[in-house]
Structures are given as C-alpha cells and as structure tokens.
C-alpha cells in the first residue's frame, strides 16, 4: 500500500476519477448552466484548435529548423546547404 502515497499514483488516480466522474456531474447540472457550460466552451481558448488556421505549427518542419535551413527538406536538391554544410559531389 506504500505506492499510493506516491505523487504519481495519486495523481493517476485523481485524473482517472474525474474522467470516469465529469460525464456524471456534466449530466447532472440544470439545462441553464449546461447551456451556459456549452457556450463558454465554444467560445474558449481550445475551440478553434481542429482548424488548420488556427495551429501556426502545422507546416513547422523540424529537420530543416534543426539543420538551419529555412526551407523545407522535401521542397528538392536545389536548395543551397547550411552554413557549414558541404554537399557531396
């Protein structure tokens, strides 16, 4: 029973509780506040996350962020190298 005192334990617990618990207490709010609820979700900080526009780092290409190109590794050979990078010949 020691490993329930564990911080990492507990929080598993505590999580797992509230995802087994929230459709209960969500069921359970009057339909003023589930509406309100609703709305405060549509209009938050996550709502427009499934869209393209709003995620900047979807074209993020870290290979060429990483090799300090600025460009795109798939875009072709054309590209001139990094600095202090020699192409083979």
Do not use: C, H
């Not at 329930?4 to 995802?19: D, F, V």
């Not at 209960?24 to 709502?47: C, I, R, V």
């Amino acid at each position: 029973m020691s490993y329930l005192k564990s911080p990492m334990i507990l929080i598993a617990i505590a999580g797992m509780g509230m995802m087994v618990g929230m459709p209960y207490l969500l069921d359970s709010m009057d339909p003023e506040t589930k509406k309100e609820f609703e709305e405060a979700q549509k209009s938050g900080p996550l709502a427009g996350v499934s869209s393209a526009a709003a995620n900047p780092m979807q074209g993020f290409d870290m290979a060429a962020w990483m090799a300090g190109s600025g460009k795109s590794a798939s875009s072709g050979a054309d590209e001139t190298p990094a600095r202090g990078v020699r192409k083979r010949g």
